[in-house]
C-alpha cells in the first residue's frame, strides 16, 4: 500500500471511522497530501519513525484527532513541540475553523511546517522556531490561547508549568500521552487538595484524564485535561 493512494485514503477513514470520528473526503486529500510531504521530507530530515502507511495512519494521523472532541469551533490553539506537525497540522484539517500555532525548536522542522501550510493553502495558522519555555516572555502568546497541547513532548508538570501563562483565563491545557500516564499522575498525589483538585507552583486546576486505545493496533494512550481554576470553582 502506498501513501496518498485511494486504497490509503480509505483506510485512514476505516481507521478514523473506528475511533468514533467522521471524516469528510476534503480532510482525507489534505491528510494523505501531508502524509506524502512528511515522508518526502522524512528522508532529509528526521521528523518521525513511522513510515508504513498503516502506521503513519494509525499512530500520527488518527491519535492527532482524538483531541479534537474537547476542543471548540474557532479556538486558538498552541502545539507544543509539534515536531513534524503532530497533532496541530490534523486538528487544523479536521477543523478549520482553528486558529493554529506551532512551535518548535528546530528549524528544519519548522521549514517542514512552514512548506506544508503553503501546500494546504491554509489561513491562520503558522509555524514559529521558538524554545517553549521562552514563551511567556513574548507579549503575542502570554495569556493569548484557548487550548495549549502538546503530543509525548515532556513530562506533564513541566507542560504544565510552561503552559499556564499562555492560556486564557477558561483556557485548558491538554497533554497526549502514552501507557506510563498512570505514573506521572501518581507523581503528583503529594500536590492533590481534593477529588481531581491540584496545586502547582501556586496555581490551583483540576485534572481529566481520558483513557483510550488506538482503533487497529489497541496501543494505550490517554489525554490529560487540564483546567486552571476559576473565581471560586473549587
Request: charged letters at 25%.
Amino acid at each position: 500500500m502506498q501513501i496518498n493512494t485511494s486504497q490509503w485514503r480509505h483506510l485512514v477513514r476505516h481507521q478514523a471511522a473506528l475511533a468514533g470520528i467522521d471524516i469528510s473526503s476534503r480532510a482525507l486529500e489534505q491528510i494523505a497530501l501531508f502524509a506524502s510531504e512528511l515522508l518526502v521530507w522524512n528522508e532529509k530530515i528526521n521528523l518521525t519513525t513511522l513510515t508504513a502507511p498503516e502506521a503513519l495512519s494509525e499512530k500520527h494521523m488518527i491519535d492527532s484527532l482524538i483531541p479534537a472532541r474537547f476542543i471548540p469551533e474557532n479556538a486558538s490553539v498552541l502545539d507544543l513541540g509539534s515536531g513534524g506537525g503532530f497533532p496541530g497540522i490534523p486538528l487544523k484539517i479536521f477543523k478549520p475553523s482553528l486558529d493554529v500555532v506551532m512551535v518548535d525548536s528546530i528549524r528544519k522542522k519548522i521549514n517542514f511546517l512552514k512548506y506544508v501550510i503553503s501546500q494546504l493553502k491554509f489561513d491562520n495558522i503558522a509555524a514559529r522556531q521558538l524554545r517553549v519555555e521562552q514563551l511567556a516572555e513574548i507579549p503575542e502568546f502570554a495569556g493569548r490561547f484557548d487550548v495549549v497541547i502538546s503530543r509525548a513532548f515532556t513530562s506533564f508538570e513541566k507542560f504544565f508549568q510552561w503552559s499556564v501563562p499562555l492560556i486564557q483565563p477558561k483556557g485548558i491545557i491538554i497533554a497526549m500521552k502514552g501507557r506510563g500516564v498512570d505514573g506521572e499522575i501518581q507523581a503528583l498525589k503529594a500536590r492533590q487538595l481534593g477529588s481531581g483538585c491540584y496545586k502547582i507552583d501556586n496555581n490551583l486546576f483540576k485534572l481529566q484524564v481520558e483513557k483510550y486505545q488506538l482503533p487497529v493496533s489497541g496501543d494505550e494512550r490517554a489525554l490529560v485535561i487540564c483546567r486552571p481554576h476559576v473565581d471560586n470553582e473549587f
